[in-house]
């Protein structure tokens, strides 16, 4: 009887294995995804997020001697304009190119048929259907550095499927956006004439990561005000870096592009920017160091993402706060003290 049951538990997994990959084999679906196959490559994402056994096995072919695709990070306070700039931007590419761009939105809020990514698949329905184009949203992670590795994995995935341009959508100027960005090679900043932006984006880093600012909502009336604002900022920024002495030729000097997107005005100078940007990165040999540096961070993010996963779900499970909450209380051990222990107890297993 046991013998049956375990015969049957073997079978089940082979057949489970093999409808999650549509019946192929694993070489076979990997030359699906190169041959650029959404069903195929849709289903690759789904695995990688399910951080599912077969993924790595998948991930290990792709990442052999893997080229890098171009890879775009659009970032910037909630309610920006970044998918609907995003939506015309891509429209815009499609009359000059021939090019595949992808579009990964990473999305805080919600499950994959989440609120907002609802509206951005009504406001770009027309480019969900057109076969140049791959969208796909991807819910970001509790844990950190989680949702840095997927979307990383993910452009590489892509990237062996002939989408030459990643854009990467984020929400927010917190730290996992910066993170998110700085695993990119061109990344934009979208602000807006409205109160509050202007001490949020002083105060995160943005304006130092940013390689291209755009003031979306330009038809707005504060607007000018808000260019200004900018502007002086920007200046600060410039005599700061005099002190790093960065060399003149690395030099980039970062647009600031008024766009309104309701209008749809302004968008052919964000693509110009982009181009310039990328010409700017292969002239100084900058996009081939981007993919060593984007894989050390990569690695870095897998680390993070898996340390503290491992360690926070064992934490919660065998850690006696109470204990802890005591022996802090009495004076027995400072904080630091017992998690350095706890850690230290738990490397090896
Ligand atoms: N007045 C004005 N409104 C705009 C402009 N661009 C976008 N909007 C509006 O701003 C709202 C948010 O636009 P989205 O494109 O969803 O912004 P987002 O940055 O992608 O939003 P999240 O992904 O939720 O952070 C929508 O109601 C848009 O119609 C613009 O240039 N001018
Ligand atoms: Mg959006």
Known sequence: MIRVLVFYQEVRKLVVKESKLFNQELEQFVSSIRAGREREIARAITLLEDQDPLSSKIMQLLYQNYSKGYLIGITGPAGSGKSSLLNLLVKEYLKKTEEKIAVIAVDPTAQQSGGAFLGDRI?????????????????????LGGVNAAVYDTAVILAAAGYQKVIIETVGVGQTEIDIV???????VVTVPETGDEIQIYKSQLIEIGDIFILNKSDLPQAAKMELLLKSLFALEKSDSLFQKRSAALEWEKPLLKTSALNNQGIAAVVEAINEHFNYLQKNNILAENKNKQLKKHLLNLLLSRVTQKFSKKFKEEAKLEDYLAKILVGEAAPFQLIEEFVDNNLTN
């Not at 700085?182 to 934009?188: E, F, G, Q, R």
């Open 182 to 188: 700085s695993l990119t090679d061109t990344t934009i």
């Open 123 to 143: 406001r770009m329905k027309e480019l969900y259907a057109n076969k140049q184009i791959f969208i796909r949203s991807m819910a970001s992670r509790e844990s």
